[in-house]
């Protein structure tokens, strides 16, 4: 099956310091890839949509200011949490999926982001 | 996309089927109901996905019942690498694969 590759899977960082996560399909070419954010003991919740080659649509009550995402390739999107603080210590996971008709979502492995 | 109800938790022990119930009353004509299962600290995992008839793969069956208000993920031999918690979603297969994940069940398979 189609594999998307997160990295890196677990970031440790100081308080007001940016992170990048980057999420790669390797085997098809993703138009459009998704971030999710989990908090402990909790679901998934969808953060915004990468689209490849325009803006990101960004969920309800997420900041796009803080939360910047790049797709600048077919098989690329990056999430990067600028200014973090301990409140943004989640379980950050992306998913791509070939828009066809009918076709299941690939999910990264996730990355850990812990915030001192 | 239509909502859904799972139980929040379950037991299984261990070569047993695990019967995973999933209902979907508001479900349209044409969404379909999808399982998707995540192992903690990892992403979710695809498991199977039907719109009306049963469906079984190398994972799990899937049985929607003929009115499709209600689904089961059928794991016919639990392990206990099958502990996780298991998403039902329904969802249009056309368009975005933005998915929005639910409460889930929470399985335990016991040795």
């Known amino acids: 099956g189609a594999v998307v590759s997160q990295h890196p899977s677990r970031v440790i960082c100081k308080s007001g310091t940016s992170v990048k996560i980057e999420c790669r399909s390797l085997?098809?070419?993703?138009?459009?890839m998704f971030w999710y954010r989990q908090f402990p003991k909790q679901s998934l919740m969808l953060m915004a949509t990468?689209?490849?080659?325009?803006?990101?649509?960004?969920e309800q009550g997420v900041e796009k200011d803080k939360f910047l995402i790049n797709h600048a390739s077919l098989t690329l999107s990056t999430l990067t949490v600028t200014s973090a603080h301990p409140e943004d210590s989640s379980f950050y996971i992306c998913?791509?999926?070939?828009?066809?008709?009918?076709?299941?979502?690939?999910f990264g492995q996730g990355t850990r982001l812990t915030v001192v | 996309d239509a909502k859904t109800t799972q139980p929040t938790s379950m037991d299984c022990a261990e070569g047993r089927a695990a019967n995973l119930p999933c209902n979907h009353s508001?479900?349209?004509?044409?969404?379909?109901v999808y399982w998707y299962r995540q192992i903690h600290s990892q992403g979710p995992q695809y498991i199977i996905h039907?719109?009306?008839n049963n469906e079984t793969n190398e994972m799990a069956s899937l049985i929607i019942t003929e009115d499709r208000k209600s689904s089961t993920l059928i794991l016919p031999h639990a392990t206990l690498r099958d502990t996780a918690v298991y998403y039902c979603?329904?969802?249009?297969?056309?368009?975005?694969?933005?998915?929005?994940f639910g409460t889930g069940t929470r399985l335990t398979v016991i040795p």
């Open positions: 085997d098809f070419q993703a138009t459009t």
């Open positions: 998913s791509a999926g070939e828009t066809l008709q009918n076709t299941e979502a690939f």
């Open positions: 979603i329904v969802r249009f297969p056309t368009g975005a694969n933005n998915l929005f």
């Open positions: 508001t479900i349209s004509g044409n969404e379909y």
């Open positions: 990468s689209n490849e080659g325009s803006k990101a649509t960004y």
């Open positions: 039907g719109l009306k």
